[in-house]
């Protein structure tokens, strides 16, 4: 029964990285666009990263290869740099080795939890940012005009000041791939290879009609065969280390919200600091195959588990079958038409951007002026100054927030209501107790960052049901949009297996936010009891409510 269980999981693998790869060449190829290098080097990112991570990584079924926000930081670091002709590709791959060496050092120093430390305000302004320079930047293979100016705002205007300069034909064409690939996204059985069907229809159609378009072989020359071995420019190091640091920081961020994203098949905890570990060895290999930076990939390790990963085995078939399609195909990218892959870029960056929404609204409606203030400065600074300095920037921002708003470190307690009707404080436990309640005091709770510690420190639900939890928030007034987004998804999660979340002392100020934010609809206003002058008033009521449904549900 086990070899079984072991052969339908080693195909389902199999099936699963195939789609993975097929996904990755579309994507890999326009990527590397954006970073201004060859798109063969987009392609090599996705087999000896994938390859190596797919076995370091804490996440099992994380998928670390190239994404546009590390394409794009990528590009930033060798055009501030001032990296020339005669430096390339060897100062790409320098930067990969950077890039891997900070992974790694990070990830042994257990320091996964510096991630915690990028706010969703910061990262959301820092997304939008990105994905309006993607779009930004295809007007060249949008229209065949590529347009100038010190910035992206003078190039835009400039780009629209000279309309008669567009050529019609790439126009047409690229209007043609934007609606197709709106299309093909809306259609339930190929929305996740829209990429790749786009490009392959997009291409034939260009070489059977024989339509005049830049192509990928206009600007770079792409073999068949598989990335021979290339040594980094180690003198290079002084130069571009400033920078890789910034690459290295998008690049774990994004393999953060893969870790929170995708748990691990066998229900154990993924370490962040493993994490870093397997990314950066995924990149220390691939420096020495002309490999772009790579880190987690959230819409890659999305396409992986929907086709049905099952283990690690996932991501390393995935680089297996990009391999094998470089080996045999890589030469037949130089067919891709340029406004094809403009096309699909901007359709990528517009999805990037409306993902995001949600939480610009979150972050408007808690109307908290430094965080509000911190994502519109990384966001227009994104627009004007070079993207590494960019998520300097947003690091900078993140960590005078937490200056401002952190005094507090954060405890845990659970209150044990004595026969006498006394409260008793003790350690909160590791696990619910099912057909009990559990009363649990938040402390210190002011800043962002530390809202994983407390969901690291909340006890375990699984598999566990009619057990009530009551916290009791008196001590939090600054309530962030991060630490309303962690309580939905446990409220959330706990009425998913018919268990109660209570709010108990809720100020005035927190649940005004709370309601202000529609967190209040998620948890049930009901649940929710205010702050009173009478101490311990609201926990009496929230105990009393809490026994109430318990007997509702265990009759």
């Known amino acids: 029964m086990d070899r079984k269980k072991q052969q339908t999981g080693l195909v389902a693998d199999a099936i699963s990285g195939l789609a993975t790869s097929l996904f990755i060449v579309p994507t890999g190829l326009a990527y590397a666009q954006l970073a201004g290098v060859n798109p063969i080097y987009g392609l090599y990112a996705g087999i000896v990263p994938v390859l190596v991570a797919a076995f370091g990584t804490g996440t099992t079924l994380m998928i670390s290869t190239l994404t546009s926000s590390i394409a794009l930081?990528?590009?930033?670091?060798?055009?501030?740099?001032?990296?020339?002709?005669?430096?390339?590709?060897?100062?790409?791959?320098?930067?990969?080795?950077?890039?891997?060496?900070?992974?790694?050092?990070?990830?042994?120093?257990?320091?996964?939890?510096?991630?915690?430390?990028?706010?969703?305000?910061?990262?959301?302004?820092?997304?939008?940012?990105?994905?309006?320079?993607?779009?930004?930047?295809?007007?060249?293979?949008?229209?065949?005009?590529?347009?100038?100016?010190?910035?992206?705002?003078?190039?835009?205007?400039?780009?629209?000041?000279?309309?008669?300069?567009?050529?019609?034909?790439?126009?047409?064409?690229?209007?043609?791939?934007?609606?197709?690939?709106?299309?093909?996204?809306?259609?339930?059985?190929?929305?996740?290879?829209?990429?790749?069907?786009v490009l392959l229809v997009g291409t034939l159609a260009v070489q059977l009609f024989k339509i005049p378009v830049g192509l990928v072989g206009d600007i770079a020359t792409i073999p068949n065969g598989l990335p021979t071995m290339v040594l980094p420019d180690f003198s290079l190091v002084p130069l571009l280390l400033p920078g890789a640091v910034s690459v290295a920081f998008v690049a774990l961020a994004q393999g953060a919200a893969v870790n929170t994203a995708v748990p691990n098949p066998d229900g154990s905890k993924a370490s962040l600091s493993r994490d870093f570990i397997g990314q950066g060895l995924g990149n220390l290999a691939g420096s020495f195959f002309q490999s772009m930076s790579t880190g987690g990939a959230l819409s890659q390790t999305a396409v992986s588990v929907e086709a049905g990963a099952k283990s690690r085995l996932g991501g390393v078939f995935a680089s297996l079958w990009l391999g094998l399609i470089v080996l045999l195909f890589g030469s037949q990218a130089e067919k891709v038409p340029l406004p094809v892959i403009g096309g699909m870029l901007v359709v990528i960056a517009a999805d990037l951007i409306v993902a995001r929404i949600p939480s610009i609204q979150l972050v408007l409606r808690v109307k908290a002026i430094g965080p509000i203030v911190a994502m519109a400065l990384t966001f227009f600074s994104a627009l004007f100054i070079p993207l590494q300095d960019t998520i300097f920037l947003g690091a900078l921002l993140s960590l005078l927030l937490y200056v401002v708003a952190s005094s507090q470190k954060l405890s845990l307690k659970e209150a044990v209501r004595l026969s006498n009707g006394r409260w008793e404080l003790h350690e909160a436990p590791q696990e619910l107790k099912a057909n009990q309640v559990t009363v649990l005091i938040v402390q210190g709770l002011d800043f962002f960052a530390e809202v994983p510690a407390l969901a690291a420190e909340m006890p375990s639900a699984k598999e566990i049901t009619h057990a009530v939890v009551i916290l009791v928030i008196r001590d939090i007034r600054d309530v962030t949009s991060t630490w309303i987004k962690w309580l939905e998804g446990y409220a959330e999660d706990l009425h998913m297996h018919d268990n109660l979340l209570i709010l108990a002392d809720v100020d005035t100020v927190a649940l005004n936010a709370l309601r202000a934010s529609g967190a209040l609809e998620v948890v049930g206003e009901e649940n929710v009891f205010p702050a009173m002058p009478q101490m311990l008033a609201a926990e009496e009521m929230a105990w009393q409510a809490a026994q109430k449904w318990l007997q509702a549900h265990m009759a």
């Open 73 to 197: 930081a990528t590009g930033s670091v060798l055009q501030v740099a001032g990296i020339g002709s005669s430096q390339m590709p060897q100062a790409l791959f320098t930067i990969t080795f950077l890039v891997g060496v900070i992974m790694l050092i990070l990830g042994a120093a257990r320091l996964g939890s510096i991630v915690n430390f990028v706010s969703n305000e910061v990262m959301t302004g820092f997304v939008v940012g990105a994905a309006m320079l993607i779009i930004l930047g295809q007007e060249d293979h949008l229209t065949g005009y590529a347009p100038v100016g010190q910035d992206a705002l003078q190039k835009l205007i400039n780009w629209l000041q000279n309309i008669s300069q567009w050529d019609r034909t790439t126009v047409v064409v690229s209007v043609v791939t934007i609606v197709l690939m709106m299309i093909a996204r809306r259609i339930r059985p190929v929305e996740k290879f829209a990429a790749i069907l």
